[in-house]
């Protein structure tokens, strides 16, 4: 079983640089989520959706964007890349606002 | 102050003893979720409580919703719980979000 996969786990960009950080599922879940996790910091909402073709910010969705043109994949690009923007990022998944699925996170470093 | 609150920040104990971490929260809540992460860092679901009491194994997870508060037990602990727990609120409200604890660091010692 896939559950929620995640791609790269690990990504060093340097200032300016983009990439797209990817998550799939393979439950048929309607909601996902991305989070990020800095040191000694709980997870953060960036941004989740509900369904596909719809999208919200969460807490820190700034230097962030998503889209959900399928169930899913759930895609998270950053544009512009900041040493701010080092941090683990996860991306989570539930049918309805269930159980939660959790991929193994990427690690992302800006230099 | 953060919507959702764990006490204590880091816990250690010895093999054997009964655990208990505390979540407490300031929003109005669809479901609470418990979470453990692992030191490798992977993430995963232990218990989504609406209401009462759960239980699996040798972990328990209550929640009293007029108190806003939940408790994560573990009896007869043991290293390999050794872990971060985090508690994570699922707000009522238009647009349903999580909203995470910092987590608690659970070190059981042999």
């Known amino acids: 079983n896939a559950g929620v996969t995640q791609t790269p786990k690990f990504r060093i960009l340097k200032i300016g640089q983009s990439m797209t950080l990817q998550c799939t599922q393979d439950?048929?879940?309607?909601?996902m989520y991305w989070y990020r996790q800095d040191p000694g910091m709980g997870l953060k909402l960036i941004y989740y959706?509900?369904?596909?073709?719809?999208?919200d910010k969460g807490e820190v969705p700034n230097g962030y964007n998503v889209s959900r043109s399928t169930t899913e994949d759930f895609p998270l690009r950053l544009e512009l890349a900041a040493p701010s923007q080092t941090s683990v990022y996860f991306c989570?998944?539930?049918?309805?606002?269930?159980?939660?699925?959790f991929g193994e996170g990427s690690r992302l470093t800006v230099l | 102050k953060n919507e959702v609150e764990q006490s204590p920040q880091n816990l250690t104990a010895q093999e054997g003893e009964f655990i208990t971490i505390n979540c407490s929260y300031s929003?109005?809540?669809?479901?609470l979720h418990w979470l453990q992460q692992h030191p490798g860092g992977g993430i995963v679901s232990l218990f989504m409580?609406?209401?009462g009491k759960k239980k699996h194994g040798r972990l328990i997870a209550t929640i009293n919703i007029q108190e806003k508060h939940s408790s994560l037990h573990i009896t007869a602990s043991h290293p390999r719980d050794s872990a971060v727990y985090i508690c994570?609120?699922?707000?009522?409200?238009?647009?349903?979000?999580?909203?995470f604890g910092k987590g608690t660091k659970l070190t059981v010692n042999p």
């Open positions: 989570a998944s539930s049918y309805q606002a269930g159980e939660l699925f």
């Open positions: 439950m048929n879940h309607n909601y």
């Open positions: 959706s509900v369904g596909a073709g719809i999208t």
């Open positions: 929003v109005g809540i669809s479901a």
């Open positions: 409580l609406s209401s």
């Open positions: 994570a609120v699922l707000t009522q409200g238009g647009s349903e979000k999580l909203v």
